[in-house]
């Protein structure tokens, strides 16, 4: 099945300035990346997703960037806020619309 | 906005009972899944479902068992609860392929 890697495990940025957070994925026929964001006490929620055709996509201050070849995709996250602590999974599927997810970095923007 | 509902967000068994978390979503989705979430491992797929009556085993299904009679409810059995199953239980719903899942808040199961 799919292995999805996720680094790092826990990422300490001071406010204002970028994060960046990496997922490797193992199966080439891959072609859905999201992105899930949870804070404590909630369950995890849908923040950004790209698929295959698509080399990079925007929201706001979140992007995500894939690279098909390396079978890897990175979330960016620039002008970091301290709304924006919380637990971040990537995950990736093919088209049989299960999900296998990253470990999870914990995400802690210091003021 | 969809809404994935776990009847439950604290539960504490004991060793050996039975076990039942319910989830309930509202949107008419047709795939439906139970993830069990531990701290460095991330969320393990435990069983899903993509129909009435229909389910299929993920990564851990072993001591796990899950029903789902209507569209709507899917439930998680732990057959014989056991202190290793003690972890936070997480239900998502999703229309299609290739959408992103809906979760619900979360059950945090401790089992004595």
């Known amino acids: 099945g799919e292995n999805v890697e996720q680094h790092p495990s826990t990422l300490s940025v001071q406010e204002g300035d970028s994060a960046v957070i990496k997922c490797t994925y193992s199966?080439?026929?891959?072609?859905?990346f999201p992105w899930y964001k949870q804070e404590l006490g909630k369950g995890p929620q849908l923040i950004i997703d790209?698929?295959?055709?698509?080399g990079e996509k925007k929201d706001q201050r979140i992007a995500v960037t894939l690279n098909k070849t390396a079978k890897h995709f990175s979330l960016h996250i620039t002008e970091t806020q301290p709304e924006d602590s919380a637990v971040y999974f990537c995950?990736?599927?093919?088209?049989?619309?299960?999900?296998?997810f990253g470990a999870g970095t914990t995400v802690t923007v210091r003021a | 906005d969809v809404k994935v509902t776990q009847s439950s967000r604290y539960l504490v068994k004991r060793t050996g009972e039975k076990v039942f978390l319910e989830c309930v979503q509202d949107?008419?989705?047709?795939?439906m899944f139970w993830y069990r979430q531990d701290p460095g491992l991330g969320l393990r797929l435990i069983y899903f479902?993509?129909?009435?009556?229909?389910?299929e085993k993920g990564d851990i299904p072993e001591g796990y068992s899950v029903s789902r009679e209507k569209k709507e409810r899917f439930s998680l059995i732990l057959e014989s609860a056991s202190t290793n199953q003690t972890s936070m239980y997480l239900c998502?719903?999703?229309?299609?392929?290739?959408?992103?899942?809906?979760f619900g808040s979360g059950t945090r199961l401790t089992v004595v």
């Open positions: 199966d080439s026929a891959s072609n859905y």
């Open positions: 949107m008419d989705h047709e795939n």
């Open positions: 998502a719903s999703t229309p299609g392929t290739s959408y992103g899942y809906t």
């Open positions: 479902s993509y129909d009435v009556k229909m389910k």
């Open positions: 995950a990736a599927s093919r088209s049989d619309y299960k999900l296998s």
């Open positions: 790209i698929r295959s055709n698509v």
